[in-house]
Nanobody
Framework: VQLQASGGGLVQPGGSLRLSCAAS????????IGWFRQVPGKEREGVSC????????YYAPSLKGRFTISRDNVKNTVYLQITDLKPEDTGVYSC??????????????????WGQGTKVTVSS
């Protein structure tokens, strides 16, 4: 059972990225999947989450508008599209879930199953 984030890299300010969270060993549409980021000098924060039951999406209020979460059930992958990237978006982005099935998106900070993150650097 594994989650793996990918798609990070070096991007100029104003650019876009699509991050991927691929699951192996389980079907991720059965679980809520959240994206988090660790920005240098700050605590890890929840960015977005997609619910498993009806696909409801959640976004951190301060980030809503530039981030879009989506899920491809055929590819067993959850994506995070980021537009108009800013230098303050630089950090490590990770995906997570709760395989115990008890933690919903509303309390995504309590997710217990984490994948390896992908680094995003926004710089000119």
């Amino acid at each position: 059972v594994q989650l793996q984030a990918s798609g990070g890299g070096l991007v100029q300010p104003g650019g876009s990225l699509r991050l991927s969270c691929a699951a192996s060993g389980f079907t991720l549409d059965k679980w809520p999947i959240g994206w988090f980021r660790q920005v240098p000098g700050k605590e890890r924060e929840g960015v977005s989450c997609i619910d498993n039951s009806d696909g409801t999406t959640y976004y951190a209020p301060s980030l809503k508008g530039r981030f879009t979460i989506s899920r491809d059930n055929v590819k067993n992958t959850v994506y995070l599209q980021i537009t108009d990237l800013k230098p303050e978006d630089t950090g490590v982005y990770s995906c997570a879930t709760d395989l115990g099935g008890r933690v919903p998106c509303e309390t995504m900070d309590d997710f217990t199953s984490w994948g390896q993150g992908t680094k995003v650097t926004v710089s000119s």
